[in-house]
C-alpha cells in the first residue's frame, strides 16, 4: 500500500513528506494506521547524527499511537480495531529477560529492537528500494507494520495525544523512578533537565510520596511549568554552586538523582549532588558519540554512592507500560500536560525547531 512518510535523507538534512510503499505483513505482524506521534529528543539525536550508526535515508518516529487495520495469521494478543501504541522494544514474554524482574531487555526483541536503525527496513521501500527506519513503529509515517511483541493495546478511552507519549516518554522517565530507581516514600529527588522524561520522573517521584524533588534546568519557565508535576524546589543550571545548594535543601544530598539532558558534565554534577553514603546516579540521557564518557573519581562511589542506568527506564514495554497507563487512568499521573504543541505531518520539522529552541515539551503530531 502507498504511505505518506517523513523522511531525513541524511543526518541534519531537512524532513520531506514522500508517498513510500508499505508492504510484507508476516505472521507475526499487525498494520498500524498512525493517529498521533510524539517528537522525542532521541529522533533529533540521530537527525543530527548522534547514531552514525543509523541509515539514511530513513523514517524517524518511536513515540506512536495508532489502530490496527490488519493482523498477521499468528498474532494472538490483538485484532483489528484495537487501539495501540509501539516502543522501540519488544517484549517476548517467554525468555528468561522477560521472566526477571532485573531487566527489560528481552533477549531476542530488548536490544536488537534498538537495533532496527542499523538495517533496511523489511516493509519500507521508495522507488523499489527499501529505506531505514528509526525503530520499528516508524511513527512517522501514516501507516507501519511492526511485530505484535512492540505493540501495547490501549484503552480505547486513552486520547491519541496522550497515548503516543507512553511509548517513550512516559515509559522512560515514570519508569526510571518506578523500576530502575524503586524511589520511596520520603525519600529526595533532583531531576537535571525538564523535558519530556524529566518531567515524567519529576511527576512519578510525586505520585509515590518523595519528600522533596529539586529541578534544575537553564530553563526558567519549565521549572514553573515542574511545579504542576510535583516540583518543589528549582535551581537555575547556569548558576553557581548547583550541587551545595542541592545538599543544603536535602541535608547532605539526594538519594537518587536523575540526569536526563544527556551530558555527561551534567552526569558528573548529578553524581555530586547525591548523598555520599547511599545516594543514586540514574543516567538517562543519550550522548552524542565521542561525548559520552563519564569521569568521575574512586573517593565518588566508594563510600556506597552507585550509578544505575536502564534503557526506557527498566520498565517492560507491554507488562509494564500497561500498568502505567492504568495508573494516567485513575487521575495518579499527569501526563495529559506535557503536551504544548499539536502538529501536523508537514510541521515536523517545525516541532524539531521548538524542541532545539526550547521552547516546547512534547510536540505531538497529530494524523487526520
Known amino acids: 500500500m502507498r504511505v505518506h512518510a517523513a523522511i531525513a535523507e541524511a543526518a541534519r538534512a531537512p524532513l520531506s513528506i514522500e508517498a513510500v510503499e508499505l508492504a510484507g505483513l508476516g505472521p507475526h505482524d499487525v498494520l498500524i494506521e498512525a493517529r498521533a506521534a510524539g517528537l522525542c529528543h532521541s529522533d533529533l539525536h540521530v537527525l543530527q547524527g548522534g547514531a552514525p550508526s543509523y541509515l539514511f535515508p530513513t523514517i524517524l518516529g518511536h513515540e506512536g499511537a495508532g489502530v490496527v487495520l490488519e493482523c498477521g495469521a499468528r498474532v494472538e494478543r490483538l485484532k483489528p480495531g484495537d487501539h495501540v501504541v509501539t516502543c522501540a522494544i519488544g517484549e517476548c514474554g517467554h525468555c528468561d529477560n522477560c521472566r526477571s524482574d532485573r531487566t527489560n531487555l528481552c533477549e531476542t526483541k530488548g536490544l536488537p529492537g534498538l537495533a532496527v536503525g542499523m538495517q533496511l527496513s523489511p516493509y519500507f521501500s521508495r522507488g523499489g528500494r527499501p529505506i531505514a527506519t528509526q525503530t520499528g513503529g516508524a511513527a512517522f509515517a501514516t501507516h507501519t507494520i511492526i511485530d505484535q511483541d512492540f505493540v501495547t493495546k490501549v ?78 524546589d528549582f535551581i537555575d543550571a547556569g548558576e553557581p554552586d548547583v550541587v551545595s545548594r542541592i545538599q543544603a535543601l536535602t541535608g547532605g544530598g539526594v538519594t537518587h538523582a536523575f540526569e536526563c539532558t544527556g551530558s555527561m558534565s551534567v552526569a558528573e554534577l548529578a553524581l555530586r549532588s547525591t548523598r555520599s553514603d547511599y545516594g543514586q546516579l540514574m543516567v538517562i540521557g543519550a550522548a552524542p558519540a565521542g561525548r559520552d564518557r563519564l569521569a568521575l573519581t574512586l573517593g565518588e562511589v566508594q563510600s556506597g554512592r552507585s550509578i544505575l542506568g536502564g534503557l526506557m527506564g527498566k520498565a517492560k514495554p507491554r507488562t509494564d507500560l500497561a500498568a502505567i497507563i492504568d495508573r494516567f487512568m485513575a487521575g495518579e499521573l499527569r501526563t495529559d500536560r506535557l503536551i504544548t504543541h499539536r502538529l501536523r505531518q508537514d510541521q515536523i520539522g517545525e516541532g524539531f525547531r521548538l524542541m532545539e529552541a526550547g521552547e516546547s515539551i512534547r510536540s505531538v503530531v497529530l494524523y487526520s
Open 155 to 232: 484503552p480505547s478511552a486513552l486520547p491519541w495525544d496522550v497515548a503516543c507519549l507512553f511509548g517513550c516518554a512516559v515509559l522512560t522517565g515514570v519508569g526510571a523512578v518506578l523500576h530502575t530507581a524503586k524511589v520511596r516514600p520520603g525519600d529526595t529527588v533532583a531531576v537535571f533537565g525538564l523535558g519530556g522524561v524529566g518531567l515524567n520522573a519529576v511527576d512519578a517521584a510525586r505520585m509515590v510520596g518523595a519528600e522533596k524533588i529539586i529541578g534544575v534546568d537553564l530553563n526558567r519557565a519549565k521549572g514553573e511549568l515542574a511545579r504542576d508535576f510535583g516540583l518543589t
